[in-house]
């Protein structure tokens, strides 16, 4: 009697995981049908940061969320497969920086200063903002965190006390309005130089910025994965340190 109470256990868990485990992979098939559009409509578009596949995917899942009526937190918990190469594909942003290293070589320490300058001065000055405006405590320690790339900031801003997917909707906002900005800036200042370019994307727009200039060439690619690495951990350990 006990032997068989003990596999009914067994099987009625075991189908719990199955189902859990059959719901997750639709979320994540789901989730690449939804990358996929994405990316077509980029290319249709020409790829306009408005059309960025990042903003495109995450719409698209929001609208299937509500419209098979699912909380969005539960949906990320299916996809939570997926988050977990986050860390491993930042990793590999390494390759490009290793490609130039020549020329990190010739630059030496200098091309550090401009990452920690604007890895201090970007969230500061937002959290300076919503600092005089009264805005929540949880809300200007998120903000701090907006500018190094979504893996670092969601943990980042959940240490602080902040809320991890506000964290990563800062982090996408502000990747797609530095990609926007960086035209601006080019004919502003006249300067459009592959160095410049990634420094300032990697550092100020992270990821998407990442991504942006990589497209733009090698070398921008690579100085913006060097920017985005060194800011994200600089960034991460200092409010860590500081404030956790």
Same mark, same amino acid.
């Given at each position: 009697m006990a032997q068989s109470s003990l596999i009914e256990i067994i099987m009625m868990l075991l189908n719990e995981s199955l189902d859990v485990i059959r719901i997750s992979a639709m979320w994540i098939v789901l989730l690449l049908l939804c990358y996929g559009v994405s990316l077509r409509l980029a290319r249709l578009l020409k790829q306009h940061i408005i059309a960025h596949p990042i903003v495109i995917t995450t719409s698209l899942m929001l609208f299937l969320s509500q419209f098979i009526n699912t909380d969005v937190n539960v949906v990320m918990d299916y996809l939570d497969p997926v988050a977990y190469l986050l860390g491993p594909l930042t990793v590999g942003l390494a390759l490009p920086v290793y490609n130039q290293l020549a020329v990190l070589r010739q630059l030496g320490f200098k091309v550090l200063i401009?990452?920690?300058?604007?890895?201090?001065?970007?969230?500061?000055?937002?959290?300076?903002?919503?600092?005089?405006?009264?805005?929540?405590?949880?809300?200007?320690?998120?903000?701090?965190?907006?500018? !190094?790339? #979504?893996?670092? @900031?969601?943990?980042?801003?959940?240490?602080? =006390?902040?809320? /991890?997917? $506000? &964290?990563?909707?800062?982090?996408?906002?502000?990747?797609?309005?530095?990609?926007?900005?960086?035209?601006?800036?080019?004919?502003?200042?006249?300067?459009?130089?592959?160095?410049?370019?990634?420094?300032?994307?990697?550092?100020?727009?992270?990821? !998407?910025? #990442?991504?942006? @200039?990589?497209?733009?060439?090698?070398?921008? =690619?690579?100085? /913006?994965? $060097? &920017?985005?690495?060194?800011?994200?951990?600089?960034?991460?350990?200092?409010?860590?340190?500081?404030?956790?």
């Open positions: 401009p990452i920690l300058l604007g890895g201090i001065l970007a969230p500061l000055s937002s959290y300076s903002v919503l600092y005089v405006l009264g805005a929540e405590y949880s809300w200007q320690m998120t903000m701090l965190t907006k500018s !190094i790339t #979504t893996p670092f @900031a969601m943990d980042t801003a959940t240490m602080l =006390g902040g809320i /991890a997917g $506000l &964290a990563a909707v800062f982090v996408i906002i502000t990747g797609i309005v530095g990609v926007m900005a960086l035209p601006i800036l080019n004919r502003v200042l006249r300067i459009n130089e592959g160095k410049v370019n990634g420094l300032v994307l990697g550092t100020i727009a992270h990821g !998407i910025g #990442t991504a942006k @200039a990589v497209q733009l060439s090698e070398q921008a =690619g690579a100085f /913006a994965s $060097l &920017a985005l690495c060194v800011n994200g951990i600089t960034t991460a350990i200092t409010l860590s340190v500081l404030l956790g």
